[in-house]
């Protein structure tokens, strides 16, 4: 049997179309191997948001190439974003690579390898010719209870820094009935938490005919109305695409988890307008208090970007100053980084590279205070947590998230899949720690 290894990086959607992928290679007969060496077909399945993912790519097809030269029966693919941003260079710089495709031609792949995989000149797939939903394809899932549900492929914003419309292209949404038709599909093989997925999440729909009913909050109505689904999440919504319905709709769906990524990436209007967000710092908090007023006990999780062109100490001061004032449950904070071919990259007053590193270190300091002060309020309540296995630090103690999307490390006995009551009594800025909850008849 031929064996398959893909290695992921990036976001949620770069690791959901590696599920497609995998489930793609096993359709043609491919076993997976959990070792690079072993495998007779490597696919890197890569990110180029910042330069960070392109450094770690270029070390793994170091690794790669030392393999193919062992045995050139090997075949390596590389596909995702960096291979779509790099597409007519890429296999001038590896020239050991056999295989390059985009996000939007994960389809193709398999007729590549299915016409053989190897002996065969080498090809390249672009988004510009035709986009497939690699929603389409089988899927091989890291666990039975949890599945991504892609809704839009794309992204129609502009936003200074980012690479991601380059090489992901327009914004193309999936029609309602086929979305809730998967969604169906996976409650009946016994899926309990969806998380749904588009760069733009919450502006799905928009490209879609007048006449189906095309507004994220009905999306989100659909889903929840699926029997069997306890747990809607979905991935990433813009601040400028929360209108009422949408609000409406998260508040009053049971499964829809207490828990919005709403990134912020900088508290500064002066800044934002140059980043092309198109909202300000008033119109961001303004919109923080209308969701805690709807959605009670709602946890707030958030991106940010230090060190973008022009970004002055003042800026900086008022990105800290709404992390401190909004107390995010959780964040991830990113050092700007500039990406060929993006506005950001041609503008002047680039950030030097310390002023950038004191400045994340400040604001992780902030973050770090106001998740453990959140996390802090949860010890003594009880939370509903579905449990996804062992805990990585403490192999006798069980893991699994609270609807909030906290991690819990809990004490008692659960199988991976089950909702059970924790009892919480300890609490870190990223994790809390509980112990299963005994229920006394009254
Ligand atoms: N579609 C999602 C994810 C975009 S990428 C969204 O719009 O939220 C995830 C995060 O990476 C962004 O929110 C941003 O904070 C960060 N990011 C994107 N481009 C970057 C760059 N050039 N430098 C540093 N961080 C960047
Ligand atoms: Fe990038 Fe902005 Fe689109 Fe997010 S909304 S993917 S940050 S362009
Ligand atoms: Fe990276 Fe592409 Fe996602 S650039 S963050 S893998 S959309």
């Known amino acids: 049997m031929r064996r398959y290894h893909v290695t992921t990086f990036g976001c949620q959607m770069n690791a959901h179309d590696s599920e497609r992928i995998k489930g793609m290679l096993e359709e043609l007969g491919l076993g997976e191997t959990h070792t690079a060496e072993d495998a007779d077909v490597l696919v890197f399945n890569t990110c180029t948001i910042r330069e960070k993912p392109d450094t770690r790519l270029a070390a793994h097809l170091g690794n790669a190439k030392a393999l193919k030269e062992r045995d050139p029966e090997r075949v390596i693919a590389v596909g995702g974003c960096y291979a779509e941003a790099q597409r007519e260079r890429i296999f001038a710089q590896y020239p050991f690579v056999d295989v390059a495709f985009g996000p939007g031609s994960i389809p193709h792949l398999a007729e590549w390898l299915g016409a053989g995989g190897h002996g065969i000149a080498r090809s390249s797939f672009g988004i510009a010719e035709e986009r497939r939903f690699a929603a389409t394809l089988p899927s091989s899932r890291e666990r039975p209870f949890q599945a991504w549900v892609q809704v839009s492929m794309g992204c129609n914003s502009k936003c200074a820094y980012c690479i991601v419309p380059a090489v992901r292209g327009r914004e193309v949404s999936r029609r309602p009935g086929e979305i809730v038709a998967e969604v169906t599909r996976l409650a009946a093989e016994g899926v309990k938490e969806v998380t749904l997925l588009g760069q733009n999440v919450n502006s799905w729909g928009r490209d879609l005919r007048a006449d189906l009913d095309t507004e994220f909050g009905e999306l989100l109505r659909a889903c929840d109305a699926v029997d069997g689904i306890e747990r809607i999440r979905f991935t990433s919504p813009h601040p400028k695409d929360f209108r009422e319905p949408v609000i409406a709709a998260i508040a009053e769906c049971d499964a829809v988890c207490e828990h919005i990524h709403l990134p912020l990436q900088s508290g500064s209007t002066r800044i934002l307008k140059s980043m092309r967000r198109t909202y300000s710092r008033e119109r961001y908090v303004a919109l923080v208090e209308k969701l805690r007023a709807a959605i009670p006990d ?40 500039p990406r060929a071919g993006t506005e950001a990259a041609a503008m002047p007053d680039q950030v030097p590279d310390e002023v950038k590193r004191d400045r994340i270190e400040r604001l992780v300091e902030v973050v770090q205070r106001r998740a453990r002060e959140r996390n802090d309020a949860r010890v003594g309540l009880v939370e509903e947590v ?56 009254a």
């Open 298 to 337: 709602l946890a707030l999780g958030t991106d940010i970007i230090v060190g973008f062109p022009g970004e002055t100490e003042e800026d900086f001061g008022e990105t800290l100053a709404v992390v401190d004032e909004v107390g995010y449950d959780s964040a991830f904070t990113f050092v700007y980084s």
């Open 386 to 441: 579905l449990v996804e296995g062992p805990s990585r630090t403490d192999p006798a103690r069980l893991r699994g998230r609270t609807r909030r999307n906290t991690t819990v490390n809990f004490t008692g006995d659960a199988r991976p899949g089950e909702l059970v009551l924790v009892e919480i009594d300890a609490a870190t800025s990223t994790t809390l720690g509980g112990s299963r909850a005994v229920l006394v008849a």
